[in-house]
C-alpha cells in the first residue's frame, strides 16, 4: 500500500514531466526524471538526458549543490540503479548525499536491477516508498520500449498503417498511395524519429523504393531509425535508394537461412548490416529477427508492413501498439488488401483483445490508438 502524501504526489508527477524530456534520445536507456524536495519547497531537479550521460538522480543532486539534503526527500520516477555502467551506480550518490527518503514511480524490471536498488537503500536505513496508482501506471507507460527489452531481449512494436473506411490499405492492383493525408504522413515521420527502428517487408521496399527516413521541418537535426527490411531471399535490389543511403543512416536486411550466400555477402559489400533469422515459420523468423536487433540496443520499433509481414508480426505475439490512420476513402474490391493478412482466429471468442483504444483528428483522417500490450 502506497504512504505518498499530496505533496509526494505533485513533486512525483513533476519527476515524470522532467523524465519525458529524454524522449528518445536515451534509448536504450530508459526514461527517468528526479526532483529533491524538502516538504513543498523544490531543492533541485534533473532527468536523464541522452544514453551514457548523468542520470536523473545526480542531475538532480548536482542542482540541489548547497543544501542541506538530510532532510530532504528524492522523488525519481524510476527505481535508482545500483550496477556500474557507463556511469556509477545512482544508490551510491543518493547515500553520498545524505538522502534518507527516496519515494519511487515504478520499479526497473532489468535483470541487474528488479528490486535490488531498493533494497540496497533500505539495507543503508533510507526510507523508500514505492508509489501506486495512476503516477505509478503512468511511469511504467512512458518507459514500455525499456520495460519489454529488459523483460524479453526483445523490442517494443508500434505497428502503423492507414486504411480506408471499409478497411482495406491498398486497391486490388496494389495501390496504396497515398490513403491518409499529409498531417497523418507527417505525423508518421515523427514516429520514425521516435522510436530506434523502421520495418518493412521487401514487398514495399520493392514497390515503393522508399528511404524509411524521418523527413520533418529541420531534417538535418532530426534523429533517424535504423531501417529494417524483411527479405528472406536477399533480393532487395541493390540499386534501392535505402542501400544508396546506408552510409548514412544504418540498414539491415534480415534473412532467412534460404538466402543465397553470395547475395549476402554482396549486400555487406555495400554497408548493409545482415540478420540471418532462424525459425521453421515466419512467426518464428520474426522473433529471431527481434532478439538479433534488441541485442544491438534497438529497444523500439515501428512497423510499416506490408500485410503480410505485419501477419506474421500479429501470428508472432509481436505486435505491443496499433496506430491506425482511418481516411475518409472507400476503396471496395473483394480482392483488396487488408492491415495484416496473418493467420486469424476461428471464432470471434479467439479474438485478441487490446487494452485500450483512443481516437482523436489528424486532419482530414481519424487516428485509433490501442494498446495490445503492457510491460
Same mark, same amino acid.
Request: glycine share 10%.
Given at each position: 500500500?502506497? $504512504?505518498?502524501?499530496?505533496?509526494?504526489e505533485?513533486?512525483?508527477?513533476?519527476?515524470?514531466?522532467?523524465?519525458?524530456?529524454?524522449w528518445?534520445h536515451?534509448?536504450? &536507456?530508459?526514461?527517468?526524471?528526479a526532483?529533491?524536495?524538502?516538504?513543498?519547497e523544490?531543492?533541485?531537479?534533473?532527468?536523464?538526458?541522452?544514453?551514457?550521460?548523468?542520470?536523473?538522480?545526480?542531475?538532480?543532486?548536482?542542482?540541489?549543490?548547497?543544501h542541506?539534503?538530510?532532510?530532504?526527500?528524492?522523488?525519481?520516477?524510476?527505481?535508482?540503479?545500483?550496477?556500474?555502467?557507463?556511469?556509477?551506480?545512482?544508490?551510491?550518490?543518493?547515500?553520498?548525499?545524505?538522502?534518507?527518503?527516496?519515494v519511487?514511480?515504478?520499479?526497473?524490471p532489468s535483470?541487474?536491477?528488479?528490486?535490488?536498488?531498493?533494497?540496497?537503500?533500505?539495507?543503508?536505513?533510507?526510507?523508500?516508498?514505492?508509489?501506486?496508482?495512476?503516477?505509478?501506471?503512468?511511469?511504467?507507460?512512458? &518507459?514500455?520500449?525499456?520495460?519489454?527489452?529488459?523483460? $524479453?531481449?526483445?523490442?517494443?512494436? /508500434?505497428?502503423?498503417?492507414?486504411?480506408?473506411?471499409?478497411?482495406?490499405?491498398?486497391t486490388?492492383?496494389?495501390?496504396?498511395?497515398?490513403?491518409?493525408?499529409?498531417?497523418s504522413?507527417?505525423?508518421a515521420?515523427?514516429?520514425?524519429?521516435?522510436?530506434?527502428?523502421?520495418?518493412?517487408?521487401?514487398? #514495399?521496399?520493392?514497390?515503393?523504393?522508399?528511404?524509411? $527516413?524521418?523527413?520533418?521541418?529541420?531534417?538535418?537535426?532530426?534523429?533517424?531509425?535504423?531501417?529494417? /527490411?524483411?527479405?528472406?531471399?536477399?533480393?532487395?535490389?541493390?540499386?534501392?535508394?535505402?542501400?544508396?543511403?546506408?552510409?548514412? /543512416?544504418?540498414?539491415?536486411?534480415?534473412?532467412?537461412?534460404?538466402?543465397?550466400?553470395?547475395?549476402i555477402?554482396?549486400?555487406?559489400t555495400?554497408?548493409v548490416?545482415?540478420?540471418?533469422? #532462424?525459425?521453421? &515459420?515466419?512467426?518464428?523468423r520474426?522473433?529471431?529477427?527481434?532478439?538479433?536487433?534488441?541485442?544491438?540496443?534497438?529497444?523500439?520499433?515501428?512497423?510499416?508492413?506490408?500485410?503480410?509481414?505485419?501477419?506474421?508480426?500479429?501470428?508472432?505475439?509481436?505486435?505491443?501498439?496499433?496506430?491506425?490512420?482511418?481516411?475518409?476513402?472507400?476503396?471496395g474490391?473483394? &480482392?483488396?488488401?487488408?492491415?495484416?493478412?496473418s493467420?486469424?482466429?476461428?471464432?470471434?471468442?479467439?479474438?485478441?483483445?487490446?487494452? #485500450?483504444?483512443?481516437?482523436?483528428?489528424?486532419?482530414?483522417?481519424?487516428?485509433?490508438t490501442?494498446?495490445?500490450?503492457?510491460?
Open positions: 500500500m502506497s $504512504t505518498t502524501s499530496e505533496v509526494d505533485h513533486h512525483l508527477s513533476r519527476a515524470l514531466e522532467l523524465a519525458a524530456r529524454g528518445p536515451v534509448s536504450p &536507456n530508459p526514461l527517468v526524471g526532483v529533491i524536495a524538502a516538504g513543498e523544490t531543492l533541485g531537479e534533473g532527468f536523464h538526458r541522452a544514453a551514457g550521460e548523468a542520470h536523473a538522480e545526480v542531475e538532480a543532486i548536482r542542482a540541489a549543490a548547497g542541506d539534503l538530510s532532510g530532504a526527500t528524492l522523488y525519481v520516477s524510476l527505481e535508482p540503479c545500483c550496477h556500474q555502467g557507463r556511469t556509477p551506480p545512482c544508490t551510491e550518490a543518493i547515500q553520498d548525499a545524505g538522502i534518507q527518503r527516496v519511487v514511480a515504478s520499479d526497473d535483470a541487474h536491477a528488479a528490486g535490488r536498488g531498493l533494497g540496497i537503500l533500505r539495507d543503508e536505513g533510507i526510507e523508500v516508498v514505492l508509489a501506486d496508482g495512476e503516477l505509478a501506471a503512468q511511469a511504467r507507460l512512458m &518507459n514500455q520500449p525499456f520495460r519489454k527489452h529488459a523483460r $524479453t531481449g526483445r523490442p517494443w512494436v /508500434v505497428f502503423k498503417s492507414a486504411m480506408s473506411l471499409d478497411g482495406k490499405v491498398a486490388h492492383t496494389g495501390d496504396s498511395r497515398w490513403i491518409s493525408g499529409e498531417a504522413r507527417r505525423l515521420h515523427e514516429w520514425r524519429s521516435a522510436l530506434d527502428a523502421v520495418v518493412v517487408g521487401i514487398g #514495399t521496399a520493392i514497390a515503393d523504393d522508399p528511404l524509411l $527516413t524521418a523527413r520533418l521541418p529541420g531534417a538535418a537535426r532530426a534523429r533517424q531509425p535504423r531501417r529494417v /527490411v524483411f527479405d528472406s531471399l536477399a533480393r532487395l535490389p541493390l540499386e534501392s535508394r535505402v542501400i544508396a543511403d546506408a552510409p548514412r /543512416v544504418p540498414l539491415t536486411v534480415v534473412v532467412s537461412r534460404a538466402a543465397p550466400r553470395a547475395a555477402d554482396t549486400l555487406k555495400h554497408g548490416d545482415v540478420v540471418v533469422a #532462424t525459425g521453421e &515459420n515466419e512467426p518464428a520474426v522473433c529471431s529477427a527481434l532478439e538479433q536487433l534488441g541485442a544491438i540496443g534497438v529497444t523500439s520499433v515501428l512497423l510499416e508492413g506490408g500485410p503480410r509481414l505485419a501477419g506474421s508480426f500479429l501470428d508472432a505475439g509481436q505486435i505491443d501498439e496499433i496506430r491506425l490512420f482511418m481516411a475518409p476513402l472507400i476503396l474490391g473483394r &480482392n483488396a488488401r487488408d492491415p495484416l493478412e493467420e486469424g482466429v476461428e471464432k470471434i471468442a479467439d479474438a485478441i483483445g487490446t487494452l #485500450t483504444m483512443e481516437c482523436e483528428r489528424v486532419g482530414e483522417d481519424l487516428l485509433i490501442s494498446r495490445v500490450k503492457e510491460w
